[in-house]
């Protein structure tokens, strides 16, 4: 069976059982959290367990890495929607030791697009309209330069309004044990 129908078979029968309702909570972050993470997988369950956050307590945005590099990109105006809008009050960037992003070699990122059908001359023109596809794939060496790296992004932000919180912190995807990078209240 195709994956999105297995998927909505699955959902089908949740939503008749109605098993969305220990889910059920305000779209506000109870504990007027964002947290910006990677996507890797190991973390889905396990870092809001670590972190003592269920259903309804925080923002949880999803980034490769949990990178932020854009100070006008869709990372930034989520993070801002949050603190504006939604009522929250402190940020938690949260990166993980093994990330594959440390590993990205922008180079080998573009081979595996041609050889999935991208041609090489759509890549050479979206550099030449300024677009760095390098750099724009590029991981980073240090788990923990590159969340202090985003947790400086977003603290020297022009929009980022007085009195909110960033902290930038490391976990261990195998036991979920944090480390702090930077402690914002200090």
């Known amino acids: 069976m195709p994956r999105l129908h297995e998927l909505l078979q699955h959902n089908e029968l949740f939503v008749k059982q109605k098993k969305y309702e220990p889910f059920l909570t305000s779209g506000l972050p109870e504990k007027k959290l964002v947290v ?11 870092l809001p367990k670590a972190m003592n956050l269920v259903n ?5 945005i999803k980034t490769a ?21 939604l009522g929250a009050e402190e940020v938690c960037v949260v990166g993980h030791h093994g990330c594959g992003m440390g590993a990205i070699q922008p ?5 595996k697009m041609e050889e999935r ?4 001359e759509t890549i050479a ?10 750099e724009w794939l590029r991981g980073f060496n240090s788990v923990e330069e ?17 009195g909110v919180y960033v902290h930038g912190l490391v976990i261990d995807p195998e036991t979920g044990k944090l480390d702090v990078v930077t402690d914002g209240y200090e």
């Open 36 to 46: 910006i993470t990677c996507m890797d997988t190991r973390l889905t369950e396990l």
């Open 146 to 162: 590159s969340v202090q790296q985003s947790v400086d992004l977003i603290r020297q932000h022009p929009l980022l309004p007085a």
């Open 65 to 85: 890495g949990a990178i932020v590099r854009e100070p006008f990109g869709q990372v930034m105006s989520s993070l801002f929607v949050a603190l504006y809008e």
């Open 56 to 60: 309804g307590d925080a923002k949880m």
């Open 125 to 134: 023109t979206l550099e030449r309209a300024g677009v760095g596809v390098k």
């Open 117 to 120: 059908g991208i041609h090489a």
């Open 107 to 111: 180079q080998s990122t573009l081979k």
